[in-house]
């Protein structure tokens, strides 16, 4: 059965007094985590609204909504890895003449108008999905209703945000290449995860950036849902539903974390995470507080978690030196002649690691102005260890960049500061 809305009131107003793992069920830690995702959520440092119709939002007191699922011509879908998985809802499966295809409603309505698509909606079949905190990405249930089976990553015609979220053929080439770099880089290990994006379809078409994709998003590796609960980072420090204490408060005094212990695994690990992908494997994720999560374990451990390869930045620079593999998909790829190498480096440090985590992680970890400067000390300490051997690696120990705040911008739209922050 499906989740009713007052189901997920339900459980956001328990999140008050029971947020711990160790005191939830599967069903209910998969409920937990889609209501953090859904609504515990102030929102993104930069102000900009998502924009997204309220019936398909995450904010929407509807518990779900329909996808369309259409049959496309076979020889136009290029599908990677197996769909398998992504089929065991639908109630058509491909064959050889057609393969399914995953939509959002939103884009399927721009393509019928452009008449782009075969046959009419009275040949769709209908995928109920509960929306996340990016919108376009959702979460399909599976028949009880309660628990989490994968997500569709669905290409969306308009601006999300700040920037438009179709999912264009080098994009989902990106996202693919990525997963594959970052299992290499961290494969099934327990001191990092990440949501695999091994799989997914591509649809040919005339306009809409010569076709759409969409990406099966796994679950992490070596997840477990019996043990585990997977917080967004953006819920750490949203504004309590009720009372004055947060997601992180409550989870401290759950967990018995020490202060120590909290600086430790929200700060120093993503830290620690951050480097070792961006120095050792030339590996930029866009940290952002989406698309960071922390696994919590029943016994009060505690990993970062990231999703979303389609925002990874590719150091050829870094993987060469390295020893690494180089070239590849050109979309956020830097190289010896990219013009924005340092600027980027930093903008992805500095600006999104810095800005949108580690300074709301600060405020909220760190009790009092000493604690958040010996937090900010001992980052500076982390980075300036890592880079020894790399002194060209920023723009200069004195600058740092980011994007102003406004809509509109292109990749190339510094915003020049001094005095970095965090190194």
């Given at each position: ?229 997977v917080v967004p980072a953006f819920s750490l420090w949203a504004a309590p539903a009720s009372g004055d204490e947060t997601i ?176």
């Open positions: 059965m499906t989740k009713t809305y007052a189901e997920f009131q339900h459980a956001w107003r328990e999140l008050a007094t029971l947020p711990a793992g160790a005191l939830l069920n599967r069903d209910e830690r998969d409920l937990v985590h889609l209501t953090l995702e859904r609504y515990w959520n102030d929102g993104s440092p930069s102000g900009h609204s998502l924009g997204m119709p309220v019936r398909w939002a995450p904010a929407s007191p509807a518990p779900s909504f329909r996808i369309p699922i259409i049959l496309a011509p076979a020889d136009l879908v290029t599908v990677v890895e197996d769909l398998s998985e992504a089929s065991i809802l639908v109630e058509r499966t491909s064959d050889a003449l057609h393969q399914v295809f995953a939509l959002h409603p939103r884009m399927r309505n721009v393509l019928a108008k452009q008449q782009l698509l075969p046959g009419d909606r009275n040949s769709d079949s209908q995928l109920r999905v509960v929306p996340t905190s990016s919108g376009r990405t959702v979460a399909v249930l599976d028949a009880s209703g309660f628990r989490i089976r994968y997500y569709l990553k669905l290409a969306y015609p308009d601006t999300l945000g700040r920037f438009g979220r179709d999912l264009s053929l080098f994009k989902w080439l990106s996202s693919i290449e990525r997963n594959r770099m970052f299992f290499d880089a961290i494969g099934g290990g327990d001191a990092i995860r990440f949501f695999p994006e091994a799989s997914g379809s591509y649809l040919e078409l005339m306009g809409v950036s010569h076709g759409v994709g969409f990406l099966l998003r796994s679950m992490p590796m070596g997840h477990n849902p019996d043990e585990h609960l992180l408060d409550a989870l401290v005094r759950r967990l018995g974390w020490t202060s120590a212990d909290a600086r430790h695994f929200l700060i120093d690990n993503v830290v620690d995470t951050y480097l070792y992908l961006a120095v050792d494997h030339g590996l930029m994720p866009e940290l952002n507080a989406q698309n960071l999560l922390f696994v919590i374990g029943k016994d009060g451990s505690c990993v970062p978690c990231l999703r979303d390869m389609q925002d990874v930045f590719v150091d050829d620079v870094i993987r060469a030196r390295r020893g690494l593999s180089v070239g590849g998909v050109a979309y956020k790829r830097l190289n010896v002649v990219s013009p924005d190498l340092r600027e980027r480096r930093s903008f992805s440090f500095d600006f999104k690691l810095g800005e949108y985590i580690l300074d709301p992680l600060a405020n909220i970890v760190g009790r009092n102005d000493r604690a958040r400067r010996e937090i900010r000390q001992g980052v500076r300490e982390k980075v300036r260890q890592k880079l020894v051997a790399h002194p060209d690696y920023w723009p200069s120990n004195n600058t740092w960049f980011r994007y102003a705040n406004k809509p509109g911008l292109s990749r190339f739209d510094y915003d020049r500061h001094e005095r970095p922050r965090w190194r």
